[in-house]
């Protein structure tokens, strides 16, 4: 193997790679960690330093970095096969994940479409919501209800099912229209209430409004399910969720939940959808799929869109979207493993007190006066900093405090990167509760140091 000193890397790394989501102006001036290694719930740089992945390497990792058991399962496939496709033949090992996947997804989502990342999970659901009823003969119902701050992913349709401002505006020319309903987010809240309750109310009757006038000329509803990601963390009242199914239901929208970032375990059970009791029509995961290993999606749904699909070759209902890597074995092989040591290490019941310790360190931090508002669901969590916490005045984007703290918290062995002025809390599943002790350390100090408390 090739080895380069940290300099050439970091040389290298500013000459040729375009980062996502970064002006690379500013990356241009600074000196870029590069990571070589990784170990459980650490990230371990070419300089030799350690740093806790406080976000899981983008959301994505559940048993630890290199995992043995997974790194196993990795090279037993790629001795026996590296990749075939779907287009046209089955691979045994998508097969069984399929078959696995309908076992533990909420009951009835029995069909899987596999593709890549989360972005392609959810074009997948969109375009399959949409020619479901041009099946039915309603192709007038060509849009999508969707929620402000929510987000679905970086490709064009993607991008237009999300409602993140700052992401989004300037590709607006390029996307297709949807009904943009408001969602709870009673910290800053448009709506005027200050109670999460009450904020959750309100969205769902301006939600109601919305069906009633837009639903005939509209395919389905877009949720991130119980968690807002990437719009900050943001928290859905108990019981939204769960409305939303009924007014789905009633309205005759296909519920279209994207659990890319909640899926498998974040939330403290299997799916988000569970703590709610509720049944999507399609259903998009990717990120903690193949636990942080490989890049694979996959879109569920139910036997009623699937059979809507069916029919003579020459009736065009073939569902015409694919993509190469599609159900890639060595990615196929990782999840299914991962899947397992979910089961043999009872990961989910372990998650209950880390959850609660999360929760009890999180409340503490609201002591510190710039900490507005703290917010939690299962094991992912927001800190939100404001400039004056009376007036819950924000701190002005330009001072860019979340990344001044995530940048502080790496003096302390720590790896994080906030949304906007909401310091992220995402780590690895296996996190340790001393771990996790750090982590809130770290960050509780390096908030001190920045806003001065
Ligand atoms: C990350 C994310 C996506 C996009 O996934 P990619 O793999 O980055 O394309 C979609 N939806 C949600 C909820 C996400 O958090």
């Not at 403290?268 to 999606?297: H, Q, T, W």
């Not at 940048?407 to 310091?423: D, K, Y």
């Amino acid at each position: 193997m090739n080895t380069y000193t940290s300099e050439q890397l970091r040389a290298w790394d500013k000459r040729h790679v375009w980062h996502p989501f970064t002006q690379m102006q500013d990356w241009e001036r600074e000196e870029p960690i590069v990571i070589t290694r990784g170990e459980g719930c650490w990230l371990i740089d070419s300089d030799g330093k350690r740093y806790l992945d406080g976000v899981a390497a983008m959301w994505t990792n559940v048993h630890g970095h290199c995992r043995k058991e997974l790194n196993e399962a990795l090279k037993l496939q790629v001795d026996r096969l590296e990749h075939s496709t779907l287009l046209g033949l089955a691979s045994e090992q998508s097969v069984i994940l399929a078959h696995k996947l309908a076992e533990i997804a909420p009951s009835g989502l029995d069909r899987v479409f596999y593709s890549d990342n989360g972005s392609t999970a959810m074009e997948v659901a969109v375009k399959m919501a949409y020619q479901f009823q041009v099946h039915l003969g309603r192709p007038e119902r060509s849009r999508f209800i969707t929620f402000k701050n929510g987000y679905h992913g970086d490709t064009l349709g993607a991008v237009s099912v999300g409602g993140i401002d700052i992401y989004h505006t300037t590709f607006r020319p390029l996307m297709f229209e949807t009904v943009q309903a408001p969602a709870p987010y009673c910290y800053r809240c448009e709506l005027g209430c200050s109670d999460q309750a009450a904020c959750g109310m309100k969205c769902l009757d301006v939600l109601e409004a919305l069906m009633a006038e837009h639903a005939a000329t509209c395919a389905g509803l877009v949720i991130e399910p119980l968690i807002q990601g990437a719009g900050g963390m943001i928290v859905q009242p108990h019981g939204f969720l769960k409305r939303v199914r009924e007014l789905c239901d009633y309205y005759d929208l296909l519920m279209v939940t994207d659990e890319v970032a909640t899926g498998f375990g974040r939330t403290g059970r299997m799916f988000a959808c569970e703590n709610e009791d509720v049944v999507p029509d399609i259903m998009a995961v990717s990120k903690g799929i193949a636990a942080g290993y490989l890049p694979i999606a996959a879109t569920l749904t139910n036997e009623r869109v699937y059979g809507a699909f069916l029919g003579e070759y020459a009736e065009l209902k073939t569902f015409f979207h694919g993509h190469t890597f599609t159900g890639n074995p060595l990615a196929c092989a990782v999840a299914l493993r991962s899947l397992e040591l979910f089961e043999s290490d009872h990961l989910l019941e372990n998650l209950q007190p880390k959850i609660a310790l999360l929760g009890g360190r999180l409340e503490s931090m609201m002591a510190l006066p710039h900490v507005g508002n703290v917010r939690q669901c299962g094991m992912a969590a927001g800190i939100e900093l404001v400039d004056d916490r009376e007036s819950r005045r924000a701190y002005p984007w330009e001072q860019k405090i979340g990344v001044r703290v995530c940048q502080e918290a790496r003096r302390h062995g720590i790896f994080s990167r906030p949304l906007g002025n909401t310091v992220v809390v995402f780590p690895p599943l296996v996190v340790s509760p001393d771990e996790l002790d750090f982590l809130m350390d770290g960050l509780d100090r390096s908030i001190r140091t920045i806003t001065g408390d």
